[in-house]
């Protein structure tokens, strides 16, 4: 049978993938039956994705998909960018040594939509605590939803993609100031130029 944190990620990648629209209703033994699971995970999961911030529930109305605006996805652009900054610096303050899998940055690794997003979850899960990465995943999964949504583009991959490279190779050398610098340069410049960006991914290059 499948388990309430199968659900999770099921429904989870369902919403960001855009196949549920801003302000679609969710209704948990429709999903049952869709998905021949039983309303008890489904439950659970709609609460932890209400929790994450991708569902939203109103006494009258029920669980529905939040509908993400261009202001909200660059307010938790603005967060993550002040996130990444302050858990690169812990490293440098506290010496830590991490483990990187330096051969995840290859291209020819990161060779689609789900690959990429667990090479994502790696890095989150080297330099953030376990409360910081649900904080940092949610916050991805909103701009994900705000991408998938409005923004119709095959080069999803290529969003993040320097970013997390850049960012990986500068942890693994110890070369925290110069990530810190780049980490903090790369938000700005999609912030600055949002949501175009999002629609010529290819152009995102970072020094």
């Known amino acids: ?14 919403i960001i993938s855009g196949r549920y629209r801003p302000l679609h209703l969710f209704h948990p033994k429709q999903l049952s039956e869709e998905h021949v699971v039983s309303v008890a995970p489904i439950r659970e999961a709609m609460l932890r994705l209400s929790e994450r911030g991708l569902l939203r529930w109103e006494r009258n109305r029920g669980f529905f998909v939040e509908k993400i605006s261009s202001s909200t996805a660059l307010f938790h652009l603005d967060q993550l960018r002040s996130h990444y900054t302050y858990a690169i610096g812990r490293l440098k303050d506290k010496g830590d040594t991490i483990e990187l899998n330096v051969e995840t940055s290859d291209r020819t690794v990161v060779d689609s939509v789900e ?14 605590s376990d409360s910081e990465q649900e904080f940092v995943r949610g916050a991805w999964d909103r701009i994900w939803i705000y991408r998938n949504h409005y923004l119709g583009n095959d080069g ?6 320097n970013f997390m490279y850049l960012a990986t190779k500068l942890i693994y050398q110890k070369k925290y100031d110069d990530c810190i610098q780049s980490t903090d340069a790369m938000f700005r410049y999609v912030m600055g130029k949002f949501p175009d960006i999002l629609c010529s991914l290819n152009n995102l290059q970072l020094m």
């Open 1 to 14: 049978m499948t388990t309430s944190v199968e659900t999770f990620e099921m429904l989870r990648n369902d």
């Open 115 to 128: 690959n990429y997003k667990r090479w994502q979850d790696s890095l989150a899960a080297a330099i953030f």
């Open 156 to 161: 999803i991959i290529e969003y993040k993609y």
